[in-house]
């Protein structure tokens, strides 16, 4: 059983940044692949970036560039820092942990946090 929890959504103007961040407790956390995924009202969930266990990243296209997603085993934590920010980036923010690898993360499986909003104004 793995228990991501998110923290450090919030409200900025567009152009602004935010960190997130994730702490994952129940596993050894080195073994997991994490990620970030995002909801925005009547979208489906969007997978913005993954970090796997060997370090291995991977971005959606929309935020290459301006989003950087991080791990420190030691702490049992990842982030999203997230510059740049645009109104249509908008949306709950959730992490997600899979011990049994990227593939099912991808899909949706594993484990979900509960989710933090990050609101970008015009």
């Not at 950087?68 to 999203?80: C, F, G």
Request: include cysteine.
């Amino acid at each position: 059983q793995v228990q991501p929890v998110e923290s450090g959504g919030g409200s900025v103007q567009s152009g602004g940044s935010l960190r997130l961040s994730c702490t994952a407790s129940g596993n050894t956390f080195s073994n997991l692949c994490m990620g970030w995924f995002r909801r925005a009202p009547g979208i489906t969930y969007l997978g913005v970036a993954i970090i796997d266990a060997d370090g291995n990243i991977s971005y959606d296209d929309s935020v290459k560039g301006r989003f950087t997603i991080s791990r420190d085993n030691a702490k049992d934590t990842i982030y999203l820092q997230m510059n740049s920010l645009q109104p249509e980036d908008t949306a709950t923010y959730y992490c997600a942990a899979d011990p049994a690898g990227c593939s099912g993360l991808r899909k949706g499986e594993g484990y979900w946090g509960e989710g933090t909003q990050v609101t970008v104004s015009s």
